[in-house]
């Protein structure tokens, strides 16, 4: 497996309260991915990353901030987690645009 | 925006049978890439397409790429227990930047032994 960690890999927050994901890598990979995978929708998009500093917003954004202050960490940030973040968050890692993307082992976050 | 959809949601087979899972863009596609899930697991590259009517196998699992590029398959023969998990197509589409996917909601396959 690709080196790639993720941090907490399980949360359980209230509604209300602010959040913030890691996802390390030790590949120097250029490209970081943020997903969220709930039963029925598959894996969703909600931001990524194709350099330091340099973001973008995905299918799912609204609610979700993004930071990269080097290449190999990228944070997601919920400002204010809603029942409906509820879900388990995946980070990915590819080398180029095109390429295999590696997943990390994903974060289970519950907010109540 | 683009879609991908993939059937079927769920496939229950018995050991040694056959297993397909179809996918279908809504647009054009550069290339298709298949993921697989085990439970309680992290997606794991399994392939890439890109060439219009390509097929690709691996061992049991063989590949292909429509000719239009808007649809693929995955099928398995003879089915064992080790493939259980869900399967996921992911396509990026003609027109993207930054590698970014657009993934179907996966097909789950169990395996009864």
């Known amino acids: 497996d690709a080196g790639i960690t993720q941090s907490p890999r399980h949360k359980v927050t209230e509604t209300g309260t602010p959040v913030t994901l890691r996802c390390h890598q030790t590949e120097n990979h250029r490209y970081m991915y943020w997903y969220r995978q709930d039963p029925g929708h598959g894996l969703r998009l909600i931001h990524y990353s194709y350099g330091v500093k340099d973001t973008d917003k995905g299918e799912v954004s609204d609610g979700y901030s993004v930071s990269r202050s080097k290449t190999e960490d990228f944070l997601l940030t919920l400002e204010s987690a809603t029942s409906s973040q509820t879900s388990v968050y995946f980070c990915?890692?590819?080398?180029?645009?095109?390429?295999?993307?590696?997943f990390g082992p994903g974060t289970r976050l519950t907010v109540l | 925006g683009q879609q991908v959809m993939q059937i079927p949601q769920y496939q229950h087979v018995q050991e040694g049978e056959d297993f397909t899972t179809y996918c279908n863009s809504s647009t054009t596609l550069s290339n298709i890439q298949w993921y697989k899930q085990r439970p309680g697991g992290h997606p794991v590259f399994l392939i890439q397409l890109v060439k219009s009517g390509e097929v690709k196998k691996q061992k049991r699992l063989t590949f292909q790429f429509g000719e239009a590029k808007k649809n693929s398959s995955l099928h398995i023969t003879a089915t064992q227990t080790t493939d259980v998990g869900t399967y996921f197509c992911a396509g990026e589409g003609v027109d993207n930047q930054g590698g970014k996917l657009i993934f179907g909601q996966g097909t789950e396959l169990s395996v009864k032994p």
């Open positions: 990915a890692i590819s080398d180029i645009g095109s390429g295999t993307q590696y």
